[in-house]
């Protein structure tokens, strides 16, 4: 539910990221064949229908009505969006009361303050708050805050927006119960300065009883009373809170009449709030609480928008959108509303439309929207566009391979753009963008395209740093593979794992290599004991055998660990590598692992998972389906899963001194044992 102009941004990001949560979520055992199979094809859905059905979420009716309709089942979420766009308006109106008190020159001010001026105070207070210096304004307020009511209300709203609820209403109570003694205000004093901020206080007061904010009691009664009170003394802000209490049948029984009532209140005058009349046109487009009608609609969103009211935005570009009412379909004066809301919500208009216009075989003109995106920086469409033309690429270049004097110049030209597309994203810093163009500069020159391995690694580092676990993981493999920086990319696979699973099946190997290596440097400690003179020397070896056999002990501990995260998420290869080892451990005949159980190999294998990783997310491959196993069976799956734990307690249970080897050997030698 969209309610605020900066709830767009966020949204926006989540739109085009592909759906990895629905393949992390936690389980006590491996992961099921049905349970991966029907992750998948909610992920794929997801995918598919992401664009349309997210437009749909962001600009469509559903948005105007949730606006209008928070119902008594809203989440608490909901209900916060709704209180923050209540900070919103409050902030406005004390604004336009700071705004509206004329003040002298800061020095005048500060010297009659000094004096006890409480006049000037009051002055020189609100001077900071327009400077923005908060801190020096609530000390001036709290000095106030017994004998002038406007400085306590504005001591109260401060306290509020730092989330000191109970202070605020202590504070305002006062303020109300000072009111409450004085004779009434006649109705032509409401546009004083000193009865707005009077009036914000009760609607403030009103809404604190009303939603049960803080540590306050809730007192729907009790709030609603203030904020009738505020209404009918002139402010615009309690009459639009009760109007959509009763047209949403919160805290009051439902009744759109009253509602419609209200809501015409607010908005009548020059001073008019541009949320009831974004309400208004709301109703008017849906036909909640009136007939439909769009030009009304139209009215109240462009005099909203006039007022600042940015969400209007959405309304009057779904008007263009659709053609609705006497308003013929406008795609530019759409897009220029759309755009005017936030940049990217335009561009998204574009992408959905040029979709529409793809699926009615209208391609030309769907390029020409697709291209007016790129040009915007629209990554989205970048990353989509560069996607399609490499998928392109690939079907025309066929599947076997070809020297880069074979490949056709159409599949050049195609590669050519699709990497001019993608240095746009890379300079706007897309981690996806920079994985992309990662992947065509490390096959450059196999592609018919200019490239090293050097800048693609530099991209891939750059797109890791940006915090893709993708790029991570890829980096990691590289630096394995190639570099022998071992640790570094131990690193990585840890990093990455969580989202990037076969990171889990790396690590296991790369683990339980580096253990390899530890088991060579104690081979070579024990053959300099033994050549050693001095019980001294003797006793330093032993000393450092012993941290080595500790650390090779954990290495193997952790890559059992690793390997069996990867069974659970049913990592194919490494269903097929442990597999390998049990049938060598059970004595049968394995095609992975040789008689001298060549784990070390593995470490050839992180390459080309990398690489193999890249041109997925190069050719827009979202789902990363190679590396997951969706055949194997449930019962074979649970059995390496369980190999798993139980070499782990063989790796705890392998003595690691001599002096355990040795008395393991003398108790088996024992006559009872024997």
């Not at 900066?6 to 936690?26: C, F």
């Not at 000094?114 to 609100?126: I, M, R, V, W």
């Not at 990093?495 to 060579?520: C, D, M, N, P, W």
């Amino acid at each position: 539910h969209l309610h605020t102009a900066n709830r767009v941004r966020p949204t926006l990001r989540y739109i085009h990221v592909p759906n990895r949560r629905l393949l992390s979520q936690k389980a006590n055992g491996p992961i099921s064949q049905s349970e991966l199979q029907t992750r998948y094809e909610r992920a794929s859905q997801l995918s598919d229908g992401l664009l349309l059905s997210s437009w749909e979420n962001l600009c469509g009716t559903g948005v105007i009505k949730s606006h209008l309709k928070l119902t008594e089942k809203a989440n608490p979420r909901v209900k916060q969006m709704a209180l923050s766009g209540l900070l919103s308006d409050l902030r406005s109106v004390v604004k336009r009361t700071i705004d509206d008190v004329q003040s002298e020159g800061g020095d005048e001010l500060l010297k009659l303050a000094e004096t006890g001026n409480q006049e000037a105070k009051l002055k020189l207070a609100f001077l900071r708050l327009k400077e923005g210096n908060q801190n020096l304004a609530k000390n001036l307020f709290t000095e106030l805050r017994a004998s002038n009511d406007i400085a306590a209300t504005f001591l109260a709203f401060l306290e509020f927006l730092e989330s000191q609820v109970t202070k605020a209403a202590e504070i305002l109570e006062k303020v109300v119960e000072n009111k409450s003694k004085e004779t009434a205000r006649a109705e032509n004093k409401a546009e004083v300065p000193e009865e707005k901020v009077h009036n914000v206080a009760l609607v403030l007061l009103g809404m604190i009883y009303v939603e049960g904010l803080g540590r306050i009691t809730k007192d729907e009664e009790k709030g609603l009373e203030l904020l009738r009170l505020s209404a009918s003394r002139g402010n615009k802000i309690a009459p639009r809170f009760l109007g959509e209490f009763y047209l949403k049948g919160e805290h009051v029984k439902k009744d759109l009449d009253k509602a419609l009532s209200l809501l015409l209140q607010a908005s009548d005058g020059p001073d008019a709030d541009p949320a009831t009349l974004f309400s208004l046109a709301s109703m008017h487009l849906e036909g909640i609480g009136v007939p439909v009608n769009i030009e009304e609609a139209v009215r109240y969103a462009s005099a909203a928008l006039s007022k600042g009211h940015k969400m209007s935005n959405l309304i009057l570009g779904r008007v263009h959108e659709k053609g609705l009412g006497s308003f013929p379909v406008n795609r530019e004066a759409a897009f220029g509303y759309y755009s005017a809301l936030d940049k990217d919500l335009g561009f998204l208009f574009l992408q959905k439309e040029a979709k529409e216009l793809e699926s009615s075989g209208e391609y030309e003109e769907a390029e020409t929207l697709l291209n007016r995106a790129i040009e915007g920086k629209f990554l989205p469409v970048i990353q989509q566009r560069a996607a399609s033309l490499l998928v392109e690429a690939e079907e025309k270049a066929g599947a076997r391979d070809r020297s880069p004097k074979e490949i056709p110049p159409s599949v050049i030209r195609l590669r050519k753009e699709a990497a001019r597309i993608l240095s746009i994203g890379v300079e706007e810093g897309d981690p996806i963008s920079n994985i992309a163009s990662g992947f065509l500069s490390w096959v450059g020159p196999s592609y018919g395209l200019p490239g090293s391995t050097d800048k693609g690694f530099s991209l891939f580092t750059k797109a890791s740093q940006e915090g893709n676990k993708k790029a991570t993981f890829i980096v990691g493999s590289i630096l394995a593979a190639l570099a022998g920086r071992y640790h570094e990319a131990q690193e990585c696979f840890q990093e990455a794992a969580s989202e990037v699973h076969i990171s889990y099946y790396a690590l296991g190997t790369l683990l339980q290599f580096i253990a390899s290596l530890k088991r060579t440097q104690i081979s070579a400690k024990r053959e300099q004991m033994q050549g050693a003179r001095s019980e001294n020397d003797k006793k330093i070896l032993k000393a450092e055998i012993e941290d080595l056999l500790k650390d090779e002990q954990k290495l193997r501990l952790e890559a059992w660990d690793a390997w069996a995260e990867a069974i659970r998420h049913r990592i194919s290869p490494a269903i097929l590598f442990v597999d390998g080892i049990r049938k060598k451990d059970a004595g049968e005949e394995s095609v992975l692992i040789d008689s001298k159980g060549s784990i070390e190999e593995g470490t050839k294998w992180f390459l080309p998972f990398g690489i193999q990783q890249a041109k997925m997310v190069a050719l827009g491959d979202t789902q990363d389906t190679t590396f997951y196993d969706f055949e194997s069976p449930d019962q074979k799956v649970n059995l390496l899963y369980q190999f798993c734990i139980e070499q782990k307690k063989k790796v705890l249970e392998y003595p690691l001194y001599e002096e355990q080897k040795n008395s393991n050997t003398a108790r088996k030698n024992t006559p009872e044992k024997k």
